[in-house]
């Protein structure tokens, strides 16, 4: 079984930020068409060097960039101003929020403007996808351009006819005004004339100071917000097609395994079953693997059909994982040195002259994403071409993963976009839509593959297990002085650690201390990981910035001031890199979050307050969470306060609503979220094991933000990192009580 | 298979040829298009799928489609009346509740149940009555919200006598 697409999507999304962050005057470069439009009008079509840099990587660097507009901005004679939004809308926002940052440098009204979701296309918008909180940061400049450029044209048309000179006017509420003469036109009455003009050097028109922001920083309410309370069809669940028929799809429950032997005969004579048959996949976890498809004359049919099936697996090549195997596993590992990642400074020496050692064995489990959409997809395979509508998080590695599961060139796969049910990294892989695709085409119909909540959690791309064996020590001064960490993660081939299952150098602190020493064991997995929300950041958050408050106690330190003491002089760590960690800036929330939660003010026995810090996709955060514990283990939690710093604020409601969703997100999972794995075999299956935090535990959340002029960065996934940790050393403040297991469940707590 | 009438949000409609045992929420969605109650679980326990059965608030995938026959139901496309959005769906927008959304409709009719039986609920009131709709993206905090203002809405408009 192949897992290398697994890798492959977070590499993609990774290498935004080389392109997005180079200061190459080629690759900033913004290419701008403007046109007319039948019945007039404007429509400005822009490409930036993002989009024309990706092509021509992929041509080879040839150095001829074809035109690429990554995104439209079209204004009618009516006024109206319609934006498209170009990356997928998964609850993070950007629907509303990408537009928002056209219509702040245009000067739109923002009730004149509709915002519309594109098409996906590579060659016209760009790179399209919804993940590592990478939509606002490597959007940011040229959608300001685009909207800078298009008012400026506006204005250039409005004092043409006026016969005055554009430095004269100004623009408010989608309008050109010339004060001194008190005249004014809409952008509608000039939008023609400004389509028959030359386009400036996006490079030559300013762009406005964050002061004089109108729009953005406030709160909007999202775009599509009426049709959610209304109950229109936007999601993947709700496309149908004239003709469509329903299908479902059964595969082994571990993963690898084919079908030996399957009922299909008695399948198919089922009330509403049209057929019934035997995929043989390409082996490609993220694309085909072996299964039984049904499709029938509704979903219902199609589910209930499902249960009578009775297939006998061939799992001489499925999974064979077993968690508490790896448990038991990892904790001889401890023990060991591990093979060596990284080190600084001299440990061993640190540790011999040191004044308190502390040493320490953390874990976390496998978690699914459980996006409340199960997974789904509609396609129609016609005479060589397929159309998808597809809920993906990288609709254009879907158009190429559905090409290369069907055999037909990705020229001849046309996907729509649909509103997604939930991402959390889940719909960053394709399996879903490359299943339909191929059901389709041996269907001979259109075709909505639906799976069940039972297919989704036993057939995810899992947040890898961890564990880590941690030294540290604190010297005579109570300073940090020594860090080791082994950590103990999960390969597939025995060369590197699964996808989400790395420890990266960005991982907080090792870059701050003089003496660190990371080592890393691998033990062997089948089963699928993939990215979930702040890959890699979400467990090791928690084992990391709990172990940093075991040392801060044994330093008899405050934790702040331990923390703060660790950052040091504000600096660059990676001076040049915008997505490093700033110090200063890591200084400023640790304050903030301390400030605004009371951190140090007396409390009541059994109630106990704890500080996390965390730097996840270049968004710095700290946390402090509040609770109380009873002898019961009965956990209150009873606020959460979050300071974060990531730039200008786009969308201030969108912008809080992550944070408080993140947080609840942290809670959730960290109070009872656990997968168990025997015999290749998830043994949750819906909800009832896999217990989402609901409503009545959900604390009091309040969100603060450090606005600044650094670039903005994205906020889909840094709040939800320093919750565990906050969490847990909250516990410890009120309780005494060391959590180094997650979740707090299994060590009896409940909220 | 049997021919079954449904009265759904005042209109009336007859689906042909239907395994009675099909649970109401796929009578609705596929059958009927009416794509607002959402399949999250399929075991009632995440509220996605939460319509009104006589007023009352009930599963619809776990509903068999038989066993509704002629009952009056109400989704959350019936929830507005004359055009006019329900109190809870201008409160959602207001309070810009939704992440991904796809949780929000079986949200809203929880709510609208709640506030039929309870006008004035506390916020102990709200937790309970919502507590079985799962929002995957935790939104709760502002779902709360909204229910809230929704709820001093209805009775200032009904204290008016409006």
Redesign the interface.
Known sequence: MNDQGLHDVMREIEAQDALAYSSSPMNRRLFLRVSGVAGGGMMLALQMGLASRTTALAAGLSGDEPFAPNAYLRISPDGSVLIYAKNP?????VKTALPMIVAEELDADWSDVQVEQSEIDQSRYGSQFAGGSRSIPSNWDPLRKAGAVARHMLVAAAATRWGVSADQCKTEKSAVLHPASGRRLGYGEVASQAAALPVPDPESVPLKKRSEYKLLGK????V???S????????G??Q?VEGML?ASYEKCPATGGKVAQANLEEVRSL??VKDAFVLEGNGKVDELMPGVAIVAD????A??AKRRLKVTWDESEASKDSFSGAVKKAAELAGQQGQPLRQGGDVAAAFASTAKTVEAFYSYPFLSH?????QNCTAWFKDGSVEIWAPSQTPQRAVTKAANTLGIPAEKVTLHQT??????GRRLINDYVCEAAAISQKAGAPVKL?W???DDMAHDFYRVAGFHSFKGAVNQSGRLSAWQDHFITFSSNGNRPVSGGSMGRSEFPEYLLENFKITQSLMPLSTPCGPWRAPGSNGIAFAVQCFLHELAVAAGRDHQEFLLEVMGEPRWIDPGNARSLHTGRAAGVIRLAAEKSGWGKPLPAGRGRGLAFHFSHAGHFAEVAEVSVDADKNLKVHKITVAGGVGPIINL??AE??C??????GL?TALGLQLSIEKGRVQES???QYP?????S?P??DVHFIESDYPPTGLGEPALPPVAPAICNAIFAASGQRVRELPLSKHGYSA | MPTIRFKVNGREHTVKDLDPSTPLLWVLRDSLGLAGAKFGCGLGMCGACTVHVDGQPVRSCLTPASSVAEKPITTIEGLAKDGKLHPLQEAWIEHDVAQCGYCQTGQIMSAAALLEENSKPSAEDIDMAMAGNLCRCGTYIRIREAVQAAAQKLDASKESGQ
């Open positions: 809308e998964i609850g993070q926002g709160r909007i309410t999202g599509d917000n009426h959610l309370v209304t109950g229109k069809p936007l999601f669940i709700d149908k329903y009330p509403g509704s979903t219902w049919a589910i209930n459980a996006p409340l959409e199960p509103r997604i049910g939930g991402g959390f639906q069940t909540r039972e409601s969108a609503n992550q408080q969703g993140a947080v609840i997100d959730s819906n909800f009832h989402i935090l609901r409503m009545p959900a009091q959340v």
